[in-house]
Each structure stands twice: as C-alpha cells, then as structure tokens.
C-alpha cells in the first residue's frame, strides 16, 4: 500500500512538472478509476497498476532516452513481456495505453504536426511491439506446458475460442452488451459524480479559452487511436470482458485520459 502511495504521488509530480497541472488532474482521474484502494487490497487487480505507473514513471523521467534509436519499441516490447508475465488477464490493455498515450503528450510536437501516415506508422509500431511481446509471452507459457502436458496448447487454444466468444452459461450477448457492462461497471457512484463535475470543469475551460481553441487532424487521430484500445480490446475477447466486467471496466481509463488530454491540449499552444 505504502509502495502504491509513493508511486501515485511521484508520478503526479512528475505530471505536473513536466506536463503541467492540467495534464496532473487528466491522470488523477486514471487513479481514481482504477481505484486504489481496491488494488492496495486485491493482488490481482494490483499488477497491472504498478506496469502502468511503473512505466509512466520512467517514460516522463527518461523520454530523451527512449526517443534515441528505436528504445520506444523495445521498452513497449518489455511492457507486453511483463503484462503477459504477471497479469491474470484483469485490465491488460491498460499497461499500454496509459503509456502510449503519455508518450504522446511527452512528443507533442511530432504527434500534433507530423503527416498523419507517419503517425499512424509510429502507433502502430508500439502498438505491434507491445502485443508481440504480450502474445509472445503468453505463447511461451504454452510451449513449456506443453512439454509436461500434452494437450496443454490444445486447451490454451480452446480457452482463447472460449473467451472470444459471444456466449456464457447457455446465454448468447451482442458487442453493445459487452460494452454496456463495461460502462454500468465505469457509472456506477461515485465515479458518476465525479465524470459529473469533470465535465463542469472542461466546460468551464472551454468558456475561459475558447480563443485558443485548436485542434489538428494529426492531434484528433493521435487520441482517437488511443481512445479507442479498450473497445478493441472488448472485441477481442468479448466473453471475458462480458463476464468480467467488474475488473475489465477498467480499461475505460484509457479513454477517459486519452479523450481529457485531448480537450486539454486543443487548448493550449504547441511549442
């Protein structure tokens, strides 16, 4: 718990140094959805929260590092490896979208001004190197077992057919089912109150800058890509992320951060 506190606060201070304050408040909303104190209780929910924080640590102390060569896909390879490697297939998809999307605003300058080709290319890249390393792993696991038990590939691919799949206990759900779980797990209070006076306090920026208001296409996709991993995520295994939604919802994180850092950034000049 005392390990979880350090590593919240020093990366809100970093937000905030590196960032700005604004920036600082868009990832206290990623903490509170998460939810803190159920990962100080609960190890399972717990792994994927130190990756992410771990990671955003270390891309907001070390950006010029991982810009040098091509240091970006290798330290996103190295969070799928892990994610594989500790998770129980909780939230996983969070371990990358939190960074990816810091990495953008950490890269402002390329993210909001480059030709959205070579945008696109370079999320891809990161997206790529993180699930080759998550399914790399994953796949590893599989080969040992295999060694010492026969059919243990066999089960593992009839598990992945299992949790793809739009079924659960003889029921048949559509996608919007899959998603409308996610989202009554995200609303339920207090978390509606404080999307509530989120979405007073954006207004309100909204009035204060409107002058200063501007968007690029190469900044509206670069969020957009973000934003939308978790429903990707969804798609891909729809009976988990069904049946499981009371820890799944939390992938949503990445969209409210990607979708606030947005708003956030539209106002404010880039550099």
Same mark, same amino acid.
């Given at each position: 718990?005392?390990? +979880?506190?350090?590593?919240?606060?020093?990366?809100?201070?970093?937000?905030?140094?590196?960032?700005?304050?604004?920036?600082? !408040?868009?990832?206290?909303?990623?903490?509170?959805?998460?939810?803190?104190?159920?990962?100080?209780?609960?190890? +399972?929910?717990?792994?994927?929260?130190?990756?992410?924080?771990?990671?955003?640590?270390?891309?907001?102390?070390?950006?010029?590092?991982?810009?040098?060569?091509?240091? !970006?896909?290798?330290?996103?390879? /190295? /969070?799928?490896?892990?994610?594989?490697?500790?998770?129980?297939?909780? =939230?996983?998809?969070?371990?990358?979208?939190?960074?990816?999307?810091?990495?953008?605003?950490?890269?402002?300058?390329?993210?909001?001004?480059?030709?959205?080709?070579?945008?696109?290319?370079?999320?891809? @890249?990161?997206?790529?190197?993180?699930?080759? %390393?998550?399914? %790399?792993?994953?796949? %590893?696991?599989?080969?040992?077992?295999?060694?010492? !038990?026969?059919?243990?590939?066999?089960?593992?691919?009839?598990?992945?057919?299992?949790?793809?799949?739009?079924?659960? %206990?003889?029921?048949?759900?559509?996608?919007?089912?899959? *998603?409308? +779980?996610? *989202?009554?797990?995200?609303?339920?209070?207090?978390?509606?109150?404080?999307?509530?006076?989120?979405?007073?306090?954006?207004? =309100?920026?909204?009035?204060?800058?409107? +002058?200063?208001?501007?968007?690029?296409? @190469?900044?509206?996709?670069?969020?957009?890509?973000?934003?939308?991993?978790?429903?990707?995520?969804?798609?891909?295994?729809?009976?988990?992320?069904?049946?499981? #939604?009371?820890?799944?919802?939390? #992938?949503?994180? /990445?969209?409210?951060?990607?979708?606030?850092?947005?708003?956030?950034?539209?106002?404010?000049?880039?550099?």
């Amino acid at each position: 718990m005392y390990l +979880q506190m350090f590593l919240i606060a020093m990366a809100l201070i970093l937000f905030y140094r590196r960032l700005g304050l604004l920036e600082m !408040y868009a990832f206290l909303l990623v903490v509170a959805v998460i939810n803190p104190i159920t990962t100080a209780m609960n190890f +399972q929910n717990s792994d994927i929260f130190y990756i992410m924080l771990l990671s955003t640590i270390f891309i907001l102390c070390k950006n010029e590092f991982l810009l040098r060569d091509k240091n !970006y896909l290798y330290f996103f390879l /190295i /969070i799928g490896i892990v994610t594989a490697y500790f998770d129980f297939l909780t =939230y996983p998809i969070t371990a990358l979208g939190i960074p990816l999307c810091v990495c953008v605003l950490m890269n402002k300058k390329f993210f909001y001004d480059s030709e959205l080709k070579e945008i696109l290319t370079k999320l891809l @890249s990161y997206l790529f190197a993180w699930g080759f %390393g998550y399914g %790399g792993m994953w796949a %590893g696991k599989w080969i040992v077992a295999t060694t010492k !038990y026969l059919n243990a590939f066999n089960a593992a691919i009839n598990r992945i057919a299992y949790r793809s799949s739009q079924e659960e %206990g003889g029921l048949t759900f559509t996608t919007l089912d899959v *998603f409308k +779980q996610n *989202f009554d797990a995200l609303l339920s209070e207090p978390f509606t109150t404080i999307l509530f006076i989120l979405a007073i306090f954006l207004m =309100y920026l909204l009035i204060v800058n409107i +002058q200063k208001f501007h968007v690029t296409k @190469s900044m509206a996709l670069t969020f957009l890509f973000v934003a939308v991993l978790p429903f990707v995520w969804y798609l891909a295994v729809k009976n988990h992320s069904y049946v499981h #939604n009371f820890f799944t919802y939390r #992938n949503l994180a /990445i969209t409210l951060f990607s979708l606030t850092c947005f708003f956030i950034e539209s106002l404010r000049e880039v550099k």
